[in-house]
């Protein structure tokens, strides 16, 4: 279904560019009032269809700070996707 965005965000800016759909937005538009990026749940689809791996965390310097989040029934994503929680990139 998506990825997330953990605390360890050093609000870079270096994903939002990369996202093809628009998912990632600063800390200024988080909607959940955290001081860091946020990744829209119901518009990312994990990059299928533009990149492997997903853009944001390729881009992404902190280590770990982007993960899985649960895959829903429905929702486009990774054929190789790890389990939620763990990050995109290790
Ligand atoms: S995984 Fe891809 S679609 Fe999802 S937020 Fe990151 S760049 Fe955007
Ligand atoms: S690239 Fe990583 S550290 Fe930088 S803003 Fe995006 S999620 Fe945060």
């Known amino acids: 279904m998506a990825v997330y965005i953990n605390d360890t ?3 870079c800016g270096a994903c939002i560019d ?3 759909v628009e998912a990632n937005v600063d800390e200024d538009d988080n909607p959940t009032d955290e001081d ?5 749940a ?3 689809v994990e990059c299928v269809g533009y ?3 997903p853009a944001c ?3 992404c310097p902190t280590e770990g700070c982007i993960g899985w989040s649960d ?3 429905g929702a486009t994503c990774m054929e190789n996707r790890g389990e939620a929680g763990e990050p995109v990139i290790e």
């Open 57 to 59: 965390a390729e881009a």
């Open 18 to 20: 990369e996202c093809p």
């Open 51 to 53: 990149f492997d791996p």
């Open 9 to 11: 965000c050093i609000n």
């Open 42 to 44: 119901d518009k990312c």
């Open 36 to 40: 860091i990026y946020h990744v829209y």
């Open 71 to 73: 895959c829903a029934d």
